[in-house]
Each structure stands twice: as C-alpha cells, then as structure tokens.
C-alpha cells in the first residue's frame, strides 16, 4: 500500500501562486508516476499534470500548461504542483495520486492511490 498526504492549497487572488506538496509513504518502491487531478463538486476529475518517478518526464493538461509545474524529490518522495497565474477556473480541490503500472499518458484510471484533496481557491 501507498499513502499520499497533500498539503499547500489555499486562497489566493488572480494571478497568484501557490505550491502543493504530496508526500509519499508505504510501498513507494513499486510506483511507477504521479499525477495531479482536480475535481468541482458534481463535475468530472479533471487531468492536470503527471511525472514520471524514474525519469521525471512531465506532460501537461493544455489547460495548465505554461502555467503550472509538476516536480519530484525522489528522496523525499515528495512530489510539487508550482501552480503561477492563477484564475478563478482554477479554484477547485486538487488531487495527488500515484500509479505503479500504466505511463505518463495514463488517465485516471491507470492511478492505484490517490490522497484526500487539497483546496485551491482563487478570488476575483
């Protein structure tokens, strides 16, 4: 089993950053990726950005791309969303999650563990 603790959401206004973390514990030796995911009540999980353990290849939601920035510290086995200008849109909860199959394309469903959210609000 793989736990993932998520922390660093919050306020923020228009145009601001924040950074999420996602701290990974357990069996992380048989993690292959992992991903950020965002959801709005009653609306599907969204993609947002996915890394790989191994050789941190990134690959991005057009939605976000240019703007956030997944990362990873294998020692720390932490992974980061630097999430810059921010929008309102962007104001959902955001999801770790890690996957020990699949690739760096894999979809939601490829995903094995997730972690319990983290809020992200952007004001107006």
């Known amino acids: 089993q793989v736990q993932l603790k998520e922390s660093g959401g919050g306020l923020v206004q228009t145009g601001g950053s924040l950074r999420l973390s996602c701290e990974a514990s357990?069996?992380?030796?048989?993690?292959?990726?992992m991903g950020w995911f965002r959801q709005a009540p009653g609306k599907e999980r969204d993609f947002v950005a996915a890394?790989?353990?191994?050789?941190?290849?990134?690959f991005y939601a057009d939605s976000v791309k240019g703007r956030f920035a997944i990362s990873r510290d294998n020692a720390k086995k932490t992974v980061y969303l630097q999430m810059n200008s921010l929008k309102p849109e962007d104001t959902t909860i955001y999801y770790c999650?890690?996957?020990?199959?699949?690739?760096?394309?894999?979809?939601?469903?490829?995903?094995?563990?997730w972690g319990q959210g983290t809020q992200v609000t952007v004001s107006s």
């Open positions: 357990g069996r992380t030796f048989s993690l292959h990726g």
């Open positions: 890394i790989s353990w191994s050789t941190g290849s990134t």
């Open positions: 999650a890690a996957r020990t199959g699949g690739s760096l394309y894999s979809t939601g469903p490829a995903y094995n563990y």
